[in-house]
Nanobody, 124 residues
Framework: QVQLVESGGGLVQAGGSLRLSCAAS????????MGWFRQAPGKEREFVTG????????YYPDFVKGRFTISTDNAKNTVYLQMNSLKPEDTAVYYC?????????????????WGQGTQVTVSS
């Protein structure tokens, strides 16, 4: 089992940047495929990016491609989401998740463990 804690959210102006962190405790996250999701009020949870268990594959949907980057620090057991060129429509609660699979997963039900979320608000 793994516990996930996100941090780094906040209020930023459009065009700005934030870096979210997801610290894992318990089992090392290198045993999981990791993902970032977001959920805005009244909307379904949405896949933002993910990385395979071995770190060899990452996936970005078009709406974040070129703006967001996922990375890992195995020594710190932490996954990061670097978000640049933020837009008001990026406003949401951002969640980190871990899946006991090897490949990148884009649907929420594929993930076994979730963090509590961190709020990101982008003002226009």
């Amino acid at each position: 089992q793994v516990q996930l804690v996100e941090s780094g959210g906040g209020l930023v102006q459009a065009g700005g940047s934030l870096r979210l962190s997801c610290a894992a405790s318990g089992r090392t996250f290198s045993q999981y495929a990791m993902g970032w999701f977001r959920q805005a009020p009244g909307k379904e949870r949405e896949f933002v990016t993910g990385i395979s268990r071995n770190g060899g594959s990452v996936y970005y949907p078009d709406f974040v491609k070129g703006r967001f980057t996922i990375s890992t620090d195995n020594a710190k057991n932490t996954v990061y989401l670097q978000m640049n060129s933020l837009k008001p429509e990026d406003t949401a609660v951002y969640y980190c998740a871990a899946a006991t699979t090897t490949t990148v997963n884009i649907i929420p039900v594929s993930y076994d463990y979730w963090g509590q979320g961190t709020q990101v608000t982008v003002s226009s």
